[in-house]
T-cell receptor, first 111, second 114 residues
Framework: QQQVKQSPQSLIVQKGGISIINCAYE??????FPWYQQFPGKGPALLIA?????SEKKEGRFTISFNKSAKQFSLHIMDSQPGDSATYFC??????????FGKGTTLSVSS | GAVVSQHPSRVICKSGTSVKIECRSL??????MFWYRQFPKQSLMLMAT?????????EQGVEKDKFLINHASLTLSTLTVTSAHPEDSSFYIC??????????FGPGTRLTVT
């Protein structure tokens, strides 16, 4: 049973465009939703995270939108750059427990 | 941001030997650390949860006698792959929990068993 579903599997965006990755979760006990960025051969890096009492969080070019009633959240990357090309993972968790990851989205930003 | 290191970054060993991987939180104390395994182009698969001073909790299907985890201090957890075989070749990544929610990952260890 996959508790966090992520889409799309891959995404190609032109430089300067907006990248959008979506995730849906099933367990309503989850109360922390981070996004991680991973480059090949490296460990995931925490990008941005949100708690369910907030509908949106923005940090620089990265924004999380959160819809508690729909049990969905998404990552928006504004003004996408070639350096953003990486694999992005959404995740969900409760305090003190392991992350439940989505399957990942491979983003390619073409110049 | 918080920093987690792993050592070694790459290791090649012969089948039947054991390999130890260290995971350290460099600028914070972590009561809880996690060990993941990642196959090429796949997501991270949780292997075990490591709590300082207590036995690790293993996920279903992970052999605890093969993957020995020790969390002897608030900044160090180790994963020992015992009697390694080629099918154990993978990318092993640890994470350390800062506070209640934020998890920071190490750079990973590429294990190749020949």
């Amino acid at each position: 049973q996959q508790q966090v579903k992520q889409s799309p599997q891959s995404l190609i965006v032109q430089k300067g465009g907006i990248s959008i990755i979506n995730c849906a979760y099933e367990n309503t006990a989850f109360d922390y939703f981070p996004w991680y960025q991973q480059f090949p051969g490296k460990g995931p890096a925490l990008l941005i995270a949100i708690r369910p009492d907030v509908s949106e969080k923005k940090e620089g070019r990265f924004t999380i939108s959160f819809n508690k009633s729909a049990k969905q959240f998404s990552l928006h990357i504004m003004d996408s750059q070639p350096g953003d090309s990486a694999t992005y993972f959404c995740a969900a968790t409760q305090a003190g427990t392991a992350l439940i990851f989505g399957k990942g989205t491979t983003l390619s930003v073409s110049s | 941001g918080a920093v987690v290191s792993q050592h070694p970054s790459r290791v090649i060993c012969k089948s039947g030997t054991s390999v130890k991987i260290e995971c350290r939180s460099l600028d914070f104390q972590a009561t809880t650390m996690f060990w993941y395994r990642q196959f090429p182009k796949q997501s991270l698969m949780l292997m075990a949860t490591s709590n300082e001073g207590s036995k690790a909790t293993y996920e279903q299907g992970v052999e605890k006698d093969k993957f020995l985890i020790n969390h002897a201090s608030l900044t160090l957890s180790t994963l020992t792959v015992t009697s390694a075989h080629p099918e154990d070749s993978s990318f092993y990544i640890c994470s350390a929990l800062q506070g209640a929610y934020e998890q920071y990952f190490g750079p990973g260890t590429r294990l190749t068993v020949t």
